[in-house]
């Protein structure tokens, strides 16, 4: 954005893309997909001392058609991941997504048959925090590494994103597979199913 001083009566002069980023931006409300312990955290982020108001985020939403930020905090199970999956369809586009914790982006301690790991076998990651559990800091930081990304996005090109290229980044993650070889949870066909 810019003013001219020039002007006794001023203007502004900007683009919609920035306006339309600006106010995504500061807006963003996320769904809380708490699953175990990094969820204690995540609901010290919005509490008094860490206050994630300040950021314009403090309205979580547990409804996926109200939200745009999914924060998958804990560890996730195969019979969870279907309904996660089906939760993120059922948000709007343009939406985000951070792995908060150890668990939530790698499986962390559980390499067991029961816990997928990490939910980017699923889902389209944007952010994801080490740590066990992270800080609310961290999910500060990285709500605030979300924010830039919003900020510099194009519609142009975000369009193309969506409509071309996450097909071929969901082909490109690795497949979840049984003991038996079958694939348990398919990125590609998780990303086209109905
Ligand atoms: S990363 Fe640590 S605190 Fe977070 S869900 Fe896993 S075990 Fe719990």
Redesign the pocket.
């Known amino acids: 954005m810019a003013s001219d001083s020039s002007s006794s009566e001023g203007f502004l002069t900007t683009r919609v893309d920035t306006v339309v980023n600006w106010a995504r931006s500061n807006s963003l409300m996320p769904l809380p997909m708490g699953?175990?312990?990094?969820a204690i955290?995540m609901m010290a982020f919005a509490a008094p001392k860490y206050d994630v108001a300040r950021f314009g985020s403090e309205a979580m939403r547990f409804s996926p058609r109200q939200a745009d930020l999914m924060i998958v905090?804990?560890?996730v199970s195969y019979k969870m991941a279907h309904t996660i999956r089906r939760v993120w369809d059922q948000m709007a586009d343009p939406k985000w997504c951070i792995a908060?914790?150890?668990?939530?982006s790698t499986g962390?301690?559980h390499r067991c048959y029961g816990v997928v790991q990490g939910c980017d076998n699923f889902l389209p990651v944007d952010v994801y925090i080490p740590?066990?559990?992270?800080r609310p800091e961290a999910l500060i930081h990285a709500l605030m590494d979300i924010q830039e990304n919003v900020r510099n996005e194009y519609s142009v090109a975000q369009d193309g994103h969506f409509g071309k290229e996450m097909p071929a980044a969901a082909a490109a993650r690795p497949r979840v597979l049984s003991s038996g070889g079958a694939d348990v949870i398919s990125p590609e066909g998780l990303y086209h199913q109905q």
Request: hydrophobic content about 35%; proline content about 11%; aromatic content about 6%.
């Open positions: 699953l175990s312990c990094c955290e905090a804990g560890w908060m914790g150890a668990c939530a962390g301690m740590g066990c559990p992270p």
